[in-house]
């Protein structure tokens, strides 16, 4: 069984400012990675070093262990699609699918006709002229057919209304059905993928604030819910990562351990979703 | 052999834009010079014929070459982001373009050879003996067919050595972010003007000094280097040694264009 | 079948209790071929493999059967399975609860069998 991807000690700065600060990540094949962060927190630069579009300031990165970089073996198992553009602006899309599966071999072609045709997709449009949505849309259709092991999706419902959303939801939901391999995937609206993604990584100042499975996520994070001060007064000592107040009634959002500590009548524990937690994991800086 | 994953993608490419360039050479030099004579009356139908040339084969492949070799930015793009390694990208593009070079010179010398109208006429040599005129630069040998492939080699060189220095020239520019780019383009810009200018005021210098010994043996020696050794009365030509410094400038030029691809990262636009 | 994403109850498990639910009702019927793991996941856009994970419990639990290149099937039995099943906790699920609460509104034992007369009559 393959290694996976395993990034020790990555260090990326440009100029004065740190990007990564020695980020040591594993991931693991056949999962769906969910990798948040605020904006600038170097989610796309991690990425980006990963597939070999950046290079690093020191560190290793090895799949299978062998390096990825310069590595034509291992670069055809990893696809890295984002922002920016990278086919000429007056490439038709029909054509742009040509010669993505003529250097991919074993291009899926067959799920490529079908997602055009469930995005409703244009295959005579220019590149340079799709609108943002469309853009995105040629990406993730390009993404989902390749036959890489570890596809990166950097912010890939960027310009996608509901309804197409959904239809990369399934669409994803689908192909990893039927051939499970990795993806990672970077996005700010994440209660809509809080349930497909297995694992999540949080990019926090530069450093890995969490790496783990949602579920384990999910078991380790509370909302103490009460009047004020009882909820402070149980919460002391916790990891209190946020609150909320209406009225004398106050939430205390925990992530990690309770205390053996008596729960007051008064106080109620229940859990929290995955974009509360996020919203206030990362919210102080 | 290495896989040549983009080949295909990049002889794609590289016949497209020839084809372009083709196109709109035919257009401005053919079609629109009879357009204009038709509006000014002075058109007649044997101008079709004349306005016509086979240098319009050259200098469009040519001016392909050129255009291939430093508009290189999105075909870079695409390769890196399909899985192919900087290293592999380098090689199959290399390799095209050198394929590239060699059509050009075949097809500039094939031209050359059916225009010469003395091709036919003389009798036993079906290779014209004053290909090159008197200039002893190119009649080394007393065989006029090995002037003629000696000739061949080196204007493949030569044009070698401009199509590895453009690949350079374009890498190097690619290793860096948008905003060095622009200053970039501004340093190479006024190199391009400065640089002959330079050479021209050198030269102009050296005519003045004329008998300083120790700057015309300097020049002399240089020369040397490259084979072209100075008599009295014109130049001597040694075209191995021409031959030689040239692959030897070449492979530092082509070494130069790998180290900086292996440098390129991509940039946001 | 119905998710509650908030619930400290991890969604594999929510997947086996729903599904065990569903045998339990009828709506799955013994011996019918159940939706196929792609199939609920797409449709409440969970991970696949969180939802195959929770069909597995059921698997292990010899309430579903796994017929390759066919798909799921309930069990033949399933449901009188399921039935036993929680016949047995019943105690535990509901009575230890429900003496509990009736003991904080001070509600007495004759009380509560009266109101449990009432129920069965209703």
């Not at chain 1, 560190?59 to 699609?81: A, M, R």
């Amino acid at each position: 069984m393959s290694e996976g991807i395993i990034i020790k000690n990555l260090v990326k700065s440009f100029r004065k400012d740190v990007i990564l600060d020695n980020v040591s990540l594993k991931i693991e094949p056949e999962k769906i990675y969910g990798l948040l962060g605020r904006n600038g927190a170097g989610k796309s630069t991690l990425m980006n070093i990963i597939a070999d579009r950046k290079f690093s300031n020191s560190g290793s990165i090895t799949l299978n262990g062998s390096t990825i970089h310069d590595n034509d073996e291992n670069l055809s198992k990893v696809y890295l699609t984002s922002e920016i553009d990278v086919y000429p602006d007056k490439f038709k899309i029909k054509d742009l699918f040509h010669w993505v599966s003529d250097i991919y071999k074993d291009f899926n072609n067959d799920l490529c006709k079908k997602l055009s045709d469930e995005f409703k997709l244009n295959l005579n449009s220019k590149f340079g002229n799709l609108s943002t949505g469309y853009n995105s849309i040629v990406k993730i259709i390009v993404a989902l057919c390749v036959p890489a092991d570890y596809i990166f999706l950097d912010e890939p419902i960027l310009g996608l209304d509901a309804k197409n959303r959904d239809v990369f939801y399934n669409a994803l939901i689908q192909t990893y059905s039927d051939r499970p391999r990795t993806f990672v995937i970077s996005t700010h609206i994440i209660e809509e993928i809080a349930n497909i993604i297995s694992n999540v990584i949080v990019i926090k100042n530069s450093k890995i604030l969490i790496d783990d499975s949602t579920e384990n996520i999910l078991a380790s994070s509370y909302a103490v819910t009460g009047p004020a001060s009882q909820v402070d007064e149980y919460t002391d000592g916790l990891n209190i990562v946020g609150s909320e107040a209406l009225g004398k009634i106050k939430s205390n959002y925990i992530f990690g351990e309770l205390n053996d500590k008596p729960i007051p009548d008064t106080v109620t524990i229940s859990n929290i979703d995955l974009q509360k937690l996020f919203v206030n994991l990362t919210d102080k800086e | 052999m290495m896989h040549l994953k983009l080949k295909n993608y990049l002889i794609h490419s590289y016949i497209n834009i020839t084809f372009w360039v083709f196109f709109y050479f035919l257009l401005l030099f053919w079609i629109l010079p009879i357009v204009l004579r038709i509006f000014t009356g002075n058109f007649s139908f044997g101008d079709v014929f004349t306005g016509i040339s086979p240098d319009f084969i050259t200098i469009s492949l040519g001016i392909s070459l050129i255009i291939n070799t430093l508009f290189n930015n999105t075909n870079f793009r695409f390769a890196i982001s399909n899985g192919i390694s900087r290293k592999s990208y380098w090689k199959t593009r290399t390799l095209l373009l050198c394929g590239f070079v060699l059509i050009i010179e075949i097809v500039s010398f094939a031209l050359m050879l059916i225009e010469k109208p003395y091709v036919f006429k003389s009798g036993n040599n079906f290779i014209p003996y004053n290909l090159y005129g008197d200039v002893s630069l190119y009649s080394y040998f007393h065989n006029p067919i090995l002037n003629f492939f000696m000739a061949f080699l080196l204007s493949i060189l030569l044009t070698l050595s401009s199509t590895f220095f453009f690949m350079a020239l374009n890498n190097f520019y690619l290793m860096f972010t948008k905003k060095v780019r622009r200053i970039l383009i501004f340093v190479i810009v006024a190199l391009v003007f400065a640089i002959p200018f330079m050479i021209g005021f050198i030269i102009a210098y050296l005519q003045y000094v004329g008998g300083n010994n120790l700057i015309f043996s300097l020049g002399k020696f240089i020369l040397s280097i490259f084979g072209i050794n100075v008599v009295k009365q014109g130049l001597y030509f040694n075209p191995f040694l021409f031959a030689f410094d040239m692959l030897i400038v070449d492979l530092i030029l082509a070494t130069l264009s790998y180290k900086f691809n292996s440098k390129i990262q991509i940039y946001k636009d | 079948m119905k998710f509650n994403f908030n619930s400290a109850k991890p969604i594999f498990l929510q997947v086996a209790e729903q599904i065990e639910d569903a045998i339990f009702t009828g709506t799955f019927k013994e011996g019918s071929q159940i939706p196929s793991t792609t199939e609920i996941s797409k449709n409440f856009q969970i991970n696949p493999a969180t939802v195959l994970k929770g069909m597995n419990i059921l698997v292990d639990n010899k309430l579903l059967e796994k017929r390759r290149g066919r798909g799921t099937f309930v069990s033949v039995g399933a449901q009188s399975k399921i039935i036993k099943n929680r016949q047995e906790n019943f105690y535990n699920d509901y009575i230890v609860n429900l003496v509990h609460e009736a003991k904080n509104l001070n509600i007495d034992e004759i009380q509560i069998i009266n109101l449990i007369k009432r129920g069965y009559k209703a």
